[in-house]
Antibody, heavy 118, light 106 residues
Framework: QVQLVQSGAEVKKPGASVRVSCKAS????????LHWVRQAPGQGLEWMAI????????TYTPKFQGRITMTRDTSTNTVYMDLSSLRPDDTAVYFC???????????WGQGTLVTVSS | EIVLTQSPGTLSLSPGERATLSCRAS???????LAWYQQKPGQAPRLLIY???SRATGIPDRFSGSGSGTDFTLAISRLEPEDFAVYYC????????FGQGTKVEI
């Protein structure tokens, strides 16, 4: 069955970078879009980015432009999200989600808590 | 940026009652590009509705979405105990955004 398994929690200092991985099973990442959504503690959802099936096209919310990069490793069926120049307000649970070009769909990762603190 | 405003912030209801949640967009959404998600504490969101009124795979028919333009509604016809959660609307007409959420509590 389809599963998305994300990497474990991270603690980073302000200004550092973080890489969150999203390993897919039950399907091939070259066949579906993948979205990234985050949620600060006790807050609502924030859509961040999408990578298309070819891996060529990515779209980001403007506030993350220049700080976010998404890549894929087709040999391990894994998608990576790198976020740089971390700030304390980047502290959040980061989710990956398989979806269409329009929306994050039925299958989501379990979430990765990234804590940014000095 | 398209701002989504959800109301009410909290809805206090009992099992068996009908829930009506509202989502208003700051500008008209093309092709009714609006989705609804349910989220329970400690869990990932769950897609309920997309394109304003299409139910996602496996979603019970007690959940229904309606609306167009700037005003959208999620209705839950008869609340089951497992429906008490936070609900978010999400637009994908422009740069994608979520509403702030409506908590449905007992």
């Amino acid at each position: 069955q389809v599963q998305l398994v994300q990497s474990g929690a991270e603690v980073k200092k302000p200004g550092a970078s973080v890489r969150v991985s999203c390993k897919a099973s039950g399907y091939i990442v070259t066949n579906y879009h993948l979205h990234w959504v985050r949620q600060a503690p006790g807050q609502g959802l924030e859509w961040m980015a999408i990578i298309n099936p070819t891996g060529i096209y990515t779209t980001y919310t403007p506030k993350f432009q220049g700080r976010i990069t998404m890549t894929r490793d087709t040999s391990t069926n894994t998608v990576y999200m790198d976020l740089s120049s971390l700030r304390p307000d980047d502290t959040a649970v980061y989710f990956c989600a398989r979806g269409s070009q329009q929306v994050p769909g039925v299958y989501w990762g379990q979430g990765t808590l990234v804590t940014v603190s000095s | 940026e398209i701002v989504l405003t959800q109301s009410p912030g909290t809805l206090s209801l009992s099992p068996g009652e009908r829930a009506t949640l509202s989502c208003r967009a700051s500008q008209s959404l093309s092709s009714n590009f609006l989705a609804w998600y349910q989220q329970k504490p400690g869990q990932a969101p769950r897609l309920l509705i997309y394109d304003a009124s299409s139910r996602a795979t496996g979603i019970p028919d007690r959940f229904s979405g309606s609306g167009s333009g700037t005003d959208f509604t999620l209705a839950i016809s008869r609340l089951e105990p497992e429906d008490f959660a936070v609900y978010y609307c999400h637009q994908y007409s422009g740069s994608r955004t979520f509403g702030q959420g409506t908590k449905v509590e007992i």
